[in-house]
């Protein structure tokens, strides 16, 4: 598991990450060549400096390292926290309660937070759970990128309802 959280240099900087992205690639594309060590990249949502641009900017370099699994967090404010601290000064607005989740920043609405939770949905439903992988490859050549196609995927669900139902797997296909 490898917790990239983040490809804006600014949001990495803000939160006293050091990372060189081009080297994090190599290392996950060495690793994905001996085809025996299952890997995970973790992005975080609602972290400073990180609009929806950035964001999906962010999502579409990790999701291109083509990562076992792409594990889409949302920023959690625990207390004692450095993230408490510059709560005020980001705009971080949270649940008060646990798990204290990312509400909205001073770049992301609330708006775009749910929106990115949709994406989460459509992300764990059809690419971490290996059951549309044909599909996806499909889904990939009718979008601009990869994180238009989840969004794309998650505004259809919301308008039809689909979140919040059991599907079958011959559903989701549908």
Not at 44 to 53: F, Q
Request: hydrophobic share 35%; proline share 3%; aromatic share 12%.
């Amino acid at each position: 598991e490898i917790g990239v959280q983040s490809t804006n240099a600014a949001t990495l900087r803000a939160i006293n990450r050091h990372m060189d992205i081009d080297a994090l690639c190599r290392i996950v594309t060495a690793i994905h060549s001996f085809r025996n060590i299952h890997q995970h990249l973790d992005l975080i949502a609602g972290l400073p400096h990180e609009d929806p641009a950035s964001f999906r900017r962010s999502f579409n370099d990790v999701y291109a390292m083509a990562p076992d699994q792409l594990q889409l967090g949302f920023l959690k404010i625990l207390k004692g926290s450095y993230m408490e601290e510059m709560a005020e000064e980001y705009g971080i607005r949270y649940g008060k309660r646990p798990p204290y989740e990312v509400l909205g920043t001073h770049w992301m609405s609330y708006d775009d937070i749910r929106a990115l939770k949709r994406v989460e949905e459509m992300v764990e439903i059809y690419y971490n759970s290996f059951q549309f992988q044909a599909t996806m490859v499909l889904l990939e050549q009718c979008h601009s990128d990869a994180y238009s196609m989840f969004e794309t995927m998650g505004n259809y669900y919301e308008r039809e309802g689909g979140f919040g139902r059991k599907h079958s797997r011959i559903r989701r296909y549908e």
